[in-house]
């Protein structure tokens, strides 16, 4: 990995997080491993996204999601962790593929690590919960993480899903619709949310933290992204 690659992850960062106005770094940048996936026929990076690693939960409190939550209940995590952030795609490309691809790649870096927990933090465009009252009730009825790992408010600017009133059922097919295409794939994998989300004025969005412990992923799933990362 080289200076130039990172700039063109932060660059093509800065186009789908911020409009491509200005750039899109952070002092995490420089522990992190960047994943570039590229058109083999034309050069172009089609996506990105940041690894950063960790050999037990001792040290989470030193990742990016640790701005936004109190992630001290996974200090007595004893398998590897590794943080994915930043993960992007172009807004110019709508190509599914490249969303598998990303996530072979990742699958590949797990196996070869022994990644007990991959997490980072998904987000929702804009800051105005209501526009996502139902997908935030799907993930309170269907996907809050267990009591043992799952973070801490840390945040002044929250949006606790347990907490709000009382409401119809989820309209299941609009809250599905309404995630985000990380989460949804997470979501699909067995992953798990936090119980709130918080706002990033910085970045105009609504963060949520997001798990997956890898011996939970299906059988099946992990065999195609395996396939797709030629390890199958």
């Given at each position: 990995?080289?200076?130039?690659?990172?700039?063109?992850?932060?660059?093509?960062?800065?186009?789908?997080?911020?409009?491509?106005?200005?750039?899109?770094?952070?002092?995490?940048?420089?522990?992190?491993?960047?994943?570039?996936?590229?058109?083999?026929?034309?050069?172009?990076?089609?996506?990105?996204?940041?690894?950063?690693?960790?050999?037990?939960?001792?040290?989470?409190?030193?990742?990016?999601?640790?701005?936004?939550?109190?992630?001290?209940?996974?200090?007595?995590y004893?398998?590897?962790?590794?943080?994915?952030?930043?993960?992007?795609?172009?807004?110019?490309?709508?190509?599914?593929?490249?969303?598998?691809?990303?996530w072979?790649?990742?699958?590949?870096?797990?196996?070869?690590?022994?990644v007990?927990?991959?997490?980072g933090?998904?987000?929702?465009?804009?800051?105005?919960?209501?526009?996502?009252r139902?997908?935030?009730?799907?993930?309170?009825?269907?996907?809050?993480?267990?009591?043992?790992w799952?973070?801490?408010?840390?945040?002044?600017?929250?949006?606790?899903?347990?907490?709000?009133?009382?409401?119809?059922?989820?309209d299941?097919?609009?809250?599905?619709?309404?995630?985000?295409?990380?989460?949804?794939?997470y979501?699909?994998?067995?992953?798990?949310?936090?119980?709130?989300?918080?706002?990033?004025?910085?970045?105009?969005?609504?963060?949520?933290?997001?798990?997956?412990?890898?011996?939970?992923?299906?059988?099946?799933?992990?065999?195609?992204?395996?396939?797709?990362?030629?390890?199958?």
């Amino acid at each position: 990995m080289t200076p130039a690659d990172v700039a063109r992850a932060t660059d093509l960062r800065a186009k789908a997080f911020r409009g491509g106005k200005g750039q899109d770094r952070d002092p995490f940048d420089h522990r992190c491993l960047h994943v570039l996936v590229e058109n083999q026929a034309t050069g172009a990076l089609l996506a990105t996204f940041r690894l950063l690693s960790f050999p037990t939960g001792a040290e989470v409190g030193e990742c990016y999601s640790a701005q936004f939550y109190d992630l001290s209940p996974l200090a007595g995590y004893k398998a590897n962790l590794v943080e994915m952030g930043r993960f992007c795609l172009d807004p110019d490309c709508h190509d599914p593929d490249v969303l598998r691809i990303s996530w072979a790649a990742l699958t590949r870096y797990v196996d070869s690590h022994a990644v007990g927990l991959l997490f980072g933090c998904t987000s929702f465009a804009g800051t105005d919960p209501a526009r996502y009252r139902d997908a935030f009730a799907l993930l309170l009825d269907r996907h809050i993480g267990p009591e043992v790992w799952r973070p801490l408010a840390k945040s002044p600017d929250i949006v606790r899903f347990a907490s709000r009133p009382a409401n119809p059922a989820p309209d299941i097919k609009r809250a599905v619709q309404s995630l985000p295409p990380l989460l949804r794939t997470y979501l699909a994998m067995g992953g798990w949310v936090s119980d709130h989300a918080v706002i990033d004025a910085d970045l105009g969005t609504m963060h949520v933290f997001t798990a997956l412990e890898t011996p939970s992923v299906p059988t099946p799933r992990a065999k195609i992204l395996r396939q797709i990362a030629g390890q199958g």
